[in-house]
DNA sequence: AGTTGTACCATTAGTACACACGGTACATAT
DNA sequence: ATATGTACCGTGTGTACTAATGGTACAACT
């Protein structure tokens, strides 16, 4: 499989990595089981920092697309065909969508619903992780 | 009535005089009816801006605790007592607390939901005044 | 020894916003 | 003329976040 990486480009890197490889499964060119290269090994090949791979491993295992098995390396998950379609931003974008315009509704500003937003978000954090 | 309004406070100036009129009101020491002093003269008596002024007094408005009869003045709403014990800003973040938990219980990271409430909040913008 | 994912310490550049400020202008009234 | 609330243009400062980078270290396995 080809992974490209436009650095030039508006979206951060790591969802460029996230949404290819999500391509490549719904594409069929990486089936379920097969192994993913290691994280440090793709961040050699397309010359980018460990984390960012790391990071977009992360939310791929989040979304259970592929499944990390410690030191014996990274697989395609084998729902992954399916679970690479539920688009879980999509239905966050709707929930926060209602929520936000009973507000504007009731009348409070775009402001001050930025404000609370940043409150209860850095408040109750138990931990924040990336 | 005494204003007292602290520049060194890390509470916002227009939230400091949205309190203390409040406050005022609550605890009787102006009655609905009662005209309060205009932007201009409230600024430059308090030494502060008129913007900052003009902002505290739009925010009561909107709650109804007081209201604007143009060039006649402000004054006090007559349901003031009732109005400016609702704290529209509880009824936020209580929302708001609800959204993000369920969000979080699904999985979604702090950083998407930033993310995404930055999109959903700039994309349908109609007005989006102050 | 070498590799796996992961966790911790950190910095840099860029962006976005809140807050407060200044000036100017308007319609509406006394 | 003078005063009312309101609207528009703008500036500056501080904060907070994202994205990406670097280094070091760990336990678990081949």
């Not at 080809?2 to 030039?8: K, S």
């Not at 961040?43 to 992360?58: E, F, H, P, Q």
């Not at 729902?79 to 688009?87: E, H, K, L, P, S």
């Not at 402001?111 to 931990?127: H, K, M, P, W, Y």
Request: charged residues 25%; contains cysteine.
């Amino acid at each position: 499989m080809q992974i490209t990486i436009d650095i030039d480009s508006a979206t951060p890197l790591f969802s460029q990595l996230v949404m290819q490889i999500k391509q490549a499964v719904e594409r069929g060119l990486i089936q379920p089981g097969d192994p993913l290269p290691s994280i440090r090994q793709l961040a050699n090949d397309l010359d980018m920092n460990n984390k960012t791979v790391a990071k977009a491993y992360r939310l791929l295992e989040r979304d259970s697309v592929i499944e990390t098995k410690g030191y014996r390396g990274t697989f395609i998950h084998p729902d992954a065909r399916a679970n690479c379609t539920v688009d879980l931003n999509a239905w966050v974008k709707k929930q926060l969508n209602e929520t936000i315009s009973a507000f504007r509704k009731a009348g409070v500003t775009d402001s001050e619903i930025r404000i609370a937003f940043a409150d209860v978000l850095n408040q109750s954090t138990g931990g924040s992780h990336d």
